[in-house]
């Protein structure tokens, strides 16, 4: 019989291993040979190939260059105690593809920690590269990258009780400040707590420079409340961070979430099926742009706003379609349906088309609602299509604001039962978030003479 120079590598590799050449199947503690691998391999080659088999592990761990790649679906990292699997620390130039890491379902060592716990972690990482690699079936999170560069790239992540990923600076301990992942062609699904998470530790945004596009993520629940927890995407406290093309859908919060974070970007995502905002930026944000995304059935299209006393400043929202907004929220603190919802300093709303904007119990759908708090504020509402909604555009200003200015111009209002424009009157909750939005009675559209800081020109309505 001719020898099989292919085999015969396979078969000795899974000697090494302890695992028979034809499943490579390790019913017992495999970690001390496989760390004895790992360990020649970085010294050595830095290639190490494994083939199709279940591998049980503690914990592993790489602190130089290696590139370690198994049979996609394959070759499994099982966890013997639910933990970590892997650990990557200080080292440049790792590479991971065609492993999975599965963590059999087993409680999380520490149930407080969970949530701070993966089954992969990397630490001080510089051109990292993990591609078509599995997570999955673990009481703790997927993969974290605390203060790593490089590539996260067609990965799955599934049935993690806590987020797929979480990326960033994690503590404001010394060590390196690597930033610019690249995290698209990911398949995110049955989360406990999130899916792709950016987070930066400190006082000021962190410098971020992440690439999260071309994802896919839906199945997002929240075991821990609302605001960090249930959202599709959310970026805290970065900048220069762009969420680009991804899809996102069934999320028990919000769907894309950018908090308190700096010139950031926010462009041609789906969303749906949310039952919060679809897009959300809040807090003390500051140049951030969302444009051309679609957002359908939501219980709020795309918010803009601060919060607990603060207000972003620099907001761009022009060129999404916006509809079907009548989802039932499941945060308690929850107001009127509502398109697009600004109330930042300088805010920009242009050429959005939004339509069907239902009514609910706190009071009629609205297409538009601008808040007009503080006489810093700046609002151009322009050239955007509204359709079906009882109140077209709603705003909300203290009846003596005299200098905060409102540009409403150019815009297109249909089927607004209620009024075209309008003033609100608000309701609130404790915490001076919006609890229910009346209009006032009076169609500005149609007055002669708007109040004085508002100015109203070309906008056209129809029944």
Known sequence: MPINRREMVKAALASALGASPARALAASDQTARLQAQIDAAQAGSGLLALPPGIYSVSTLSITGPVAISGVPGKTILRSLHGGPILQVSDAEGVRLSGLTFDGANAPAADEKAAGDSYLVAARNCAALRIEGCSFRNAAVSGLGLDRCSGWVKDNQFHALAEVALRAGRFSEAAGNAAHGLEISGNRVSDMGNGGIYIFHAGAKPGEDSSLITGNHIEGVRSASGNGPNGNGIDVFNAAHVTVANNRVTDCAFGGIRVVSSKNCVVTGNTVSAIADAGIFV?????????????????????????????VGVLALCANNIVRDIARPATNPQSANFIGIDLAAMAATCQGNVIERIADNAHG???????????????????????????????????????????????????????????????????????????????????????AAHISLSGNITAP
């Open 282 to 310: 809040e807090f003390a944000f500051e140049a951030v742009s969302v444009t051309s995304n679609v957002v359908d059935d939501c219980s709020l299209g795309i918010e803009m706003s601060g919060g607990e006393g603060t």
């Open 364 to 450: 009629p759908g609205i297409g538009i609602a601008v808040f007009d708090w503080q006489a810093s504020h700046e609002h151009l509402v322009a050239g955007n299509m509204i359709r079906a909604a009882a109140c077209g555009i709603g705003i909300v200003s203290p009846p003596d604001a005299g200098g905060p200015p409102i540009a409403i111009s150019g815009n297109m209002i249909s089927g607004a039962s209620i009024a075209a424009i309008t003033m609100l009157e608000q309701e609130t909750f404790a915490d001076g978030s919006a609890k229910s939005l009346k209009p006032t009675g009076e169609d500005l559209a149609k007055a002669a003479a708007p």
